[in-house]
T-cell receptor, first 114, second 113 residues
Framework: DAGVIQSPRHEVTEMGQEVTLRCKPISGHDYLFWYRQTMMRGLELLIYFNNNVPIDDSGMPEDRFSAKMPNASFSTLKIQPSEPRDSAVYFC????????????FGSGTRLTVV | AQSVTQPDIHITVSEGASLELRCNYSYGATPYLFWYVQSPGQGLQLLLKYFSGDTLVQGIKGFEAEFKRSQSSFNLRKPSVHWSDAAEYFCAVGGQAGTALIFGKGTTLSVSS
Protein backbone atom coordinates (compact mmCIF):
# COMPACT_ATOMS: atom_id res chain seq x y z
CA ASP A 1 0.00 0.00 0.00
CA ALA A 2 1.30 3.46 -0.88
CA GLY A 3 0.15 4.92 2.43
CA VAL A 4 -1.67 8.21 2.83
CA ILE A 5 -0.82 10.47 -0.08
CA GLN A 6 -0.90 14.23 0.21
CA SER A 7 -0.35 16.81 -2.47
CA PRO A 8 1.31 19.13 -2.98
CA ARG A 9 4.28 18.64 -0.61
CA HIS A 10 5.00 22.34 -0.62
CA GLU A 11 2.81 25.29 -1.53
CA VAL A 12 3.79 28.93 -1.59
CA THR A 13 1.00 31.37 -2.32
CA GLU A 14 0.22 35.02 -1.98
CA MET A 15 -2.13 36.36 0.61
CA GLY A 16 -5.71 36.40 -0.67
CA GLN A 17 -5.28 33.46 -3.02
CA GLU A 18 -7.25 30.23 -2.80
CA VAL A 19 -5.31 27.15 -1.70
CA THR A 20 -6.44 23.55 -2.08
CA LEU A 21 -4.73 20.70 -0.29
CA ARG A 22 -5.43 17.14 -1.31
CA CYS A 23 -5.38 13.79 0.43
CA LYS A 24 -5.82 10.20 -0.66
CA PRO A 25 -6.37 7.91 2.33
CA ILE A 26 -5.42 4.26 2.56
CA SER A 27 -7.92 2.05 0.79
CA GLY A 28 -10.36 0.52 3.26
CA HIS A 29 -9.84 3.12 5.94
CA ASP A 30 -13.13 4.63 7.08
CA TYR A 31 -11.82 7.61 9.05
CA LEU A 32 -9.98 10.61 7.66
CA PHE A 33 -8.48 13.42 9.71
CA TRP A 34 -6.99 16.83 8.88
CA TYR A 35 -4.48 18.28 11.34
CA ARG A 36 -2.46 21.49 11.27
CA GLN A 37 0.98 21.71 12.85
CA THR A 38 2.65 24.95 13.95
CA MET A 39 5.46 25.68 16.35
CA MET A 40 3.21 27.68 18.63
CA ARG A 41 0.15 25.46 18.75
CA GLY A 42 1.49 22.01 17.95
CA LEU A 43 -0.84 19.55 16.22
CA GLU A 44 -4.41 20.78 16.04
CA LEU A 45 -7.33 18.76 14.76
CA LEU A 46 -9.20 20.69 12.10
CA ILE A 47 -11.88 18.23 10.99
CA TYR A 48 -12.50 14.53 10.63
CA PHE A 49 -14.75 12.33 8.55
CA ASN A 50 -16.24 8.89 9.03
CA ASN A 51 -17.43 7.11 5.90
CA ASN A 52 -17.10 10.40 3.99
CA VAL A 53 -19.36 12.28 6.42
CA PRO A 54 -17.91 15.16 8.48
CA ILE A 55 -18.19 14.27 12.16
CA ASP A 56 -16.47 17.15 13.93
CA ASP A 57 -15.38 20.39 12.30
CA SER A 58 -15.10 22.41 15.49
CA GLY A 59 -11.38 22.82 14.93
CA MET A 60 -11.76 24.62 11.62
CA PRO A 61 -10.42 28.10 12.39
CA GLU A 62 -13.00 30.16 10.54
CA ASP A 63 -15.20 30.29 7.50
CA ARG A 64 -12.19 30.69 5.23
CA PHE A 65 -11.50 26.99 5.76
CA SER A 66 -13.61 24.24 4.22
CA ALA A 67 -13.12 20.51 3.76
CA LYS A 68 -14.83 17.93 1.62
CA MET A 69 -14.70 14.20 1.13
CA PRO A 70 -16.67 13.42 -2.03
CA ASN A 71 -15.73 9.73 -1.94
CA ALA A 72 -13.79 7.23 0.11
CA SER A 73 -10.55 7.82 -1.74
CA PHE A 74 -10.24 11.60 -1.82
CA SER A 75 -10.49 14.62 0.44
CA THR A 76 -9.68 18.30 0.04
CA LEU A 77 -8.97 21.11 2.46
CA LYS A 78 -9.52 24.55 0.97
CA ILE A 79 -8.51 27.95 2.31
CA GLN A 80 -10.08 30.96 0.65
CA PRO A 81 -8.78 33.61 0.99
CA SER A 82 -5.45 32.59 2.45
CA GLU A 83 -3.63 34.70 5.06
CA PRO A 84 -0.02 34.63 6.32
CA ARG A 85 -1.18 33.17 9.66
CA ASP A 86 -2.37 30.08 7.78
CA SER A 87 1.26 29.15 7.14
CA ALA A 88 1.77 25.71 8.68
CA VAL A 89 2.21 22.05 7.86
CA TYR A 90 -1.11 20.38 7.14
CA PHE A 91 -1.35 16.65 7.74
CA CYS A 92 -3.93 14.20 6.59
CA UNK A 93 -4.30 10.89 8.42
CA UNK A 94 -6.56 7.90 7.96
CA UNK A 95 -7.55 4.97 10.13
CA UNK A 96 -9.56 1.82 10.11
CA UNK A 97 -12.12 1.18 12.84
CA UNK A 98 -11.43 4.43 14.64
CA UNK A 99 -8.52 4.44 17.05
CA UNK A 100 -7.84 0.75 17.42
CA UNK A 101 -5.08 0.54 14.84
CA UNK A 102 -3.87 4.09 15.33
CA UNK A 103 -3.62 6.60 12.53
CA UNK A 104 -1.49 6.51 9.41
CA PHE A 105 -0.24 9.96 8.56
CA GLY A 106 0.69 11.41 5.22
CA SER A 107 3.93 13.32 4.74
CA GLY A 108 2.16 16.65 5.04
CA THR A 109 1.82 19.80 2.95
CA ARG A 110 3.98 22.73 4.00
CA LEU A 111 1.98 25.87 3.23
CA THR A 112 3.60 29.28 3.12
CA VAL A 113 1.41 32.31 2.58
CA VAL A 114 3.37 35.47 1.75
CA ALA B 1 -11.04 19.41 29.49
CA GLN B 2 -9.24 16.76 27.51
CA SER B 3 -5.56 17.45 27.11
CA VAL B 4 -2.08 16.01 26.86
CA THR B 5 0.96 17.57 28.50
CA GLN B 6 4.51 16.79 27.57
CA PRO B 7 6.51 18.75 30.15
CA ASP B 8 9.85 18.56 28.37
CA ILE B 9 10.17 20.59 25.18
CA HIS B 10 13.71 19.42 24.42
CA ILE B 11 15.85 16.62 25.84
CA THR B 12 19.45 15.73 25.03
CA VAL B 13 20.67 12.22 25.77
CA SER B 14 24.04 10.62 25.15
CA GLU B 15 24.12 7.74 22.71
CA GLY B 16 23.78 4.48 24.62
CA ALA B 17 22.14 6.12 27.62
CA SER B 18 18.59 5.39 28.72
CA LEU B 19 15.67 7.62 27.82
CA GLU B 20 12.38 8.53 29.42
CA LEU B 21 9.94 10.98 27.86
CA ARG B 22 7.11 12.15 30.05
CA CYS B 23 3.44 12.37 29.15
CA ASN B 24 0.49 13.33 31.34
CA TYR B 25 -3.09 13.31 30.13
CA SER B 26 -6.49 14.52 31.18
CA TYR B 27 -9.39 12.56 29.78
CA GLY B 28 -12.92 12.07 31.05
CA ALA B 29 -13.38 8.49 29.88
CA THR B 30 -11.19 5.42 29.56
CA PRO B 31 -8.20 6.68 27.62
CA TYR B 32 -6.54 5.12 24.63
CA LEU B 33 -2.93 6.27 24.61
CA PHE B 34 -0.40 6.51 21.83
CA TRP B 35 3.16 7.57 21.14
CA TYR B 36 4.19 8.79 17.71
CA VAL B 37 7.57 9.81 16.33
CA GLN B 38 8.21 12.43 13.67
CA SER B 39 11.49 12.77 11.78
CA PRO B 40 12.25 16.12 10.12
CA GLY B 41 10.07 16.73 7.08
CA GLN B 42 8.12 13.55 7.62
CA GLY B 43 4.71 12.56 8.87
CA LEU B 44 4.09 10.89 12.21
CA GLN B 45 4.81 7.20 12.70
CA LEU B 46 3.09 5.11 15.36
CA LEU B 47 5.51 3.76 17.99
CA LEU B 48 3.08 2.03 20.33
CA LYS B 49 -0.40 2.16 21.79
CA TYR B 50 -2.22 1.23 24.97
CA PHE B 51 -5.87 0.25 25.12
CA SER B 52 -6.24 -2.05 28.10
CA GLY B 53 -4.62 -4.95 29.88
CA ASP B 54 -0.94 -5.05 30.70
CA THR B 55 0.14 -1.56 31.62
CA LEU B 56 3.59 -1.99 30.08
CA VAL B 57 3.41 -2.00 26.30
CA GLN B 58 6.13 -2.71 23.80
CA GLY B 59 6.51 -0.87 20.54
CA ILE B 60 8.72 -0.66 17.52
CA LYS B 61 12.38 0.35 17.54
CA GLY B 62 12.89 -0.96 21.09
CA PHE B 63 10.56 1.54 22.77
CA GLU B 64 8.19 0.76 25.60
CA ALA B 65 5.70 2.78 27.62
CA GLU B 66 4.01 2.32 30.96
CA PHE B 67 0.46 3.38 31.72
CA LYS B 68 -0.08 4.59 35.28
CA ARG B 69 -3.73 5.41 35.86
CA SER B 70 -3.15 6.86 39.35
CA GLN B 71 -0.69 9.38 37.91
CA SER B 72 -2.50 9.93 34.60
CA SER B 73 0.80 9.25 32.90
CA PHE B 74 2.05 7.30 29.92
CA ASN B 75 5.83 7.72 29.83
CA LEU B 76 7.93 6.46 26.96
CA ARG B 77 11.21 4.66 27.65
CA LYS B 78 14.13 3.14 25.83
CA PRO B 79 17.04 1.43 27.59
CA SER B 80 19.74 2.47 25.12
CA VAL B 81 19.35 5.37 22.71
CA HIS B 82 20.79 5.33 19.20
CA TRP B 83 21.70 8.41 17.17
CA SER B 84 18.89 7.53 14.76
CA ASP B 85 16.35 8.07 17.55
CA ALA B 86 16.83 11.83 17.31
CA ALA B 87 13.38 13.12 16.34
CA GLU B 88 10.27 14.69 17.78
CA TYR B 89 8.01 12.52 19.92
CA PHE B 90 4.31 13.05 20.43
CA CYS B 91 2.01 11.57 23.04
CA ALA B 92 -1.70 11.39 22.16
CA VAL B 93 -4.94 10.41 23.87
CA GLY B 94 -8.32 9.39 22.53
CA GLY B 95 -11.46 7.55 23.54
CA GLN B 96 -13.84 5.16 21.91
CA ALA B 97 -14.05 4.74 18.17
CA GLY B 98 -15.54 7.84 16.66
CA THR B 99 -13.36 10.29 18.55
CA ALA B 100 -10.18 11.93 17.36
CA LEU B 101 -6.76 11.92 18.95
CA ILE B 102 -5.58 14.87 21.00
CA PHE B 103 -1.84 15.39 20.74
CA GLY B 104 0.68 16.88 23.11
CA LYS B 105 3.02 19.58 21.82
CA GLY B 106 5.88 17.17 21.46
CA THR B 107 9.34 16.59 22.89
CA THR B 108 12.38 17.03 20.68
CA LEU B 109 15.06 14.44 21.36
CA SER B 110 18.68 15.18 20.51
CA VAL B 111 21.31 12.45 20.80
CA SER B 112 24.89 13.40 21.53
CA SER B 113 27.89 11.22 20.76
Amino acid sequence: DAGVIQSPRHEVTEMGQEVTLRCKPISGHDYLFWYRQTMMRGLELLIYFNNNVPIDDSGMPEDRFSAKMPNASFSTLKIQPSEPRDSAVYFCASSQAGLFYGYTFGSGTRLTVV
Amino acid sequence: AQSVTQPDIHITVSEGASLELRCNYSYGATPYLFWYVQSPGQGLQLLLKYFSGDTLVQGIKGFEAEFKRSQSSFNLRKPSVHWSDAAEYFCAVGGQAGTALIFGKGTTLSVSS
